[in-house]
T-cell receptor, first 114, second 116 residues
Framework: GNSVTQMEGPVTLSEEAFLTINCTYT??????LFWYVQYPGEGLQLLLKATKADDKGSNKGFEATYRKETTSFHLEKGSVQVSDSAVYFCALSAHNQAGTALIFGKGTTLSVSS | GAVVSQHPSRVICKSGTSVKIECRSLDFQATTMFWYRQFPKQSLMLMATSNEGSKATYEQGVEKDKFLINHASLTLSTLTVTSAHPEDSSFYIC????????????FGQGTRLTVV
């Protein structure tokens, strides 16, 4: 079946450090891939997405590249800020249809200190 | 982007009572909505898929008689936790994808349920 595996946290960094959160997936076909962010007490917000192999999603300094050969979608940011502290979820959708639920990884907590 | 509104954001109820959580798509039609439960160590578990005008599809292990889902219109799905117990305390999140296209899912703000 389809699944997402992401690195376990928590990840603790100092401001301006480089961030990588690993995410790998298992899926049949060609899924769409997503990174969502959840701030304390809130729902999930889309951070970035990629819908086909070699696509790079980017937003707010975060990037992730859809690598079909390694079935990965690692999240990176060159210089993190305190405001980036949140829980990050990698997710996939087997089909780009409204009736298909997203499948999530377990989430990685990022804590950035000044 | 599209907006999904979930209400209430927090609720405290007594054991044995029922609680209704509403999920609305504000600017798009959602023939399908999804209900997730988030456990303390952040994992997001899909509970059920809510289909407008028909019965919900529940994931394995989710009690359909305890978690009643109604999707009476293209913009509203409700989750009712019946005869709530302390172990039902959790963060519940709804989600919808725009029936008109696009691959991303939009999420409500979540509901923190505490059963005392």
């Amino acid at each position: 079946g389809n699944s997402v595996t992401q690195m376990e946290g928590p990840v603790t960094l100092s401001e301006e450090a480089f961030l990588t959160i690993n995410c790998t997936y298992t899926a049949t076909g060609y899924p769409s891939l997503f990174w969502y962010v959840q701030y304390p007490g809130e729902g999930l917000q889309l951070l970035l997405k990629a819908t086909k192999a070699d696509d790079k999603g980017s937003n707010k300094g975060f990037e992730a590249t859809y690598r079909k050969e390694t079935t990965s979608f690692h999240l990176e940011k060159g210089s993190v800020q305190v405001s980036d502290s949140a829980v990050y979820f990698c997710a996939l959708s087997a089909h780009n249809q409204a009736g298909t639920a997203l499948i999530f990884g377990k989430g990685t907590t990022l804590s950035v200190s000044s | 982007g599209a907006v999904v509104s979930q209400h209430p954001s927090r609720v405290i109820c007594k054991s044995g009572t029922s609680v209704k959580i509403e999920c609305r798509s504000l600017d798009f039609q959602a023939t399908t909505m999804f209900w997730y439960r988030q456990f303390p160590k952040q994992s997001l578990m899909l509970m059920a898929t809510s289909n407008e005008g028909s019965k919900a599809t529940y994931e394995q292990g989710v009690e359909k008689d305890k978690f009643l889902i109604n999707h009476a219109s293209l913009t509203l799905s409700t989750l009712t936790v019946t005869s709530a117990h302390p172990e039902d305390s959790s963060f519940y999140i709804c989600s919808a994808r725009d029936a008109g296209g696009g691959s991303e899912a939009f999420f409500g703000q979540g509901t923190r349920l505490t059963v005392v």
